[in-house]
């Protein structure tokens, strides 16, 4: 089963926890930039339920899987590679299990979150339910992670895939999160392969995101690599429209 949550606006955080602890819903608003909060987001989360249910941000995999398959698609380097793909800040949404179970191309997706109790859930929930991939050569791991901390875990230029759902809309919306919001694309772009793609699902209007991404793209840029952002709609559900702002290289020889 799977639980989602619209937005990221206080509002919606406000009525996700209406029937929670008034001082998480605090939390969640002022705060989705601290491990704790998602410590305890996850805690009270689960203990909601007797079984296991995904919670999505925004929206589940259906929503985007046509953008995400087809990008397997189209930027396979060689028939032998395995496509590193990194899902940062993934709670214990399905998207990443999704794309290892409908993708034709192999994959090794890194499902990363920075608290222990999304991933020791995700971890349970895969052992008790396993998943068959699609392609056998496809692995899936959950790992805790610091998204300002990607560098601790991956060598520069060594992700093909880097997706996004909701993580720098959680930080730049925290009183305290918009250096970190920098400091996780700058790493991002650090491990991401010359010909990779980062994917941010987002409800943030283009204007004030496009803007932010094309200015901090200024910082990173490589020799022969200029990287260019691509908005596209991913659709209106349940009253927000949320779009897909895609970083991928152009390559200069």
């Known amino acids: 089963m799977i639980c989602i949550l619209k937005s990221l606006s206080a509002r919606t955080i406000r009525a996700c926890c209406a029937r929670k602890h008034s001082s998480l819903t605090t939390e969640l608003i002022e705060n989705m930039d601290k491990k704790s909060t998602w410590d305890r987001f996850y805690t009270e ?30 930027h396979k380097p060689d028939p032998d590679h ?44 895969i052992r008790s339910k396993p998943i068959q991939a699609n392609n056998v050569s ?37 009183k305290e999160g918009k250096g970190k919001a920098r400091l996780m694309l700058n790493q991002c772009m650090k491990v991401l392969r010359n010909s990779g793609t980062l994917l941010q699902f987002s ?15 200024q910082k990173h840029k490589r020799e022969g690599v200029i990287r260019n952002v691509v908005i596209q709609e ?4 349940r009253g927000v429209v949320y779009f897909c702002y895609q970083v991928s290289p152009t390559l200069h020889s």
Request: net charge negative.
């Open 45 to 74: 989360n689960s203990s909601r339920t007797p079984t296991f249910k995904n919670f999505e941000w925004f929206f589940g995999f259906d929503a985007v899987r046509h953008i995400i398959l087809t990008l397997l698609l189209q």
């Open 82 to 125: 395995v496509f590193q793909i990194l899902d940062i800040g993934c709670g214990t949404s399905a998207l990443g299990p999704c794309i290892y179970k409908h993708s034709t191309t192999p994959v090794q997706i890194t499902c990363a979150d920075i608290s222990p109790i999304a991933v020791k859930l995700m971890q349970e929930n």
């Open 138 to 174: 496809s692995l899936l791991r959950f790992v805790e992670m610091d998204c300002t901390q990607v560098l601790s875990h991956y060598s520069p230029n060594s992700i093909d895939l880097i997706v996004d759902k909701g993580t720098t809309d959680a930080l730049l919306r925290s």
């Open 203 to 217: 409800d943030e209007d283009p204007d004030a995101r496009l803007l932010w991404l094309e200015t901090e793209m």
């Open 234 to 237: 991913v659709g209106e559900l």
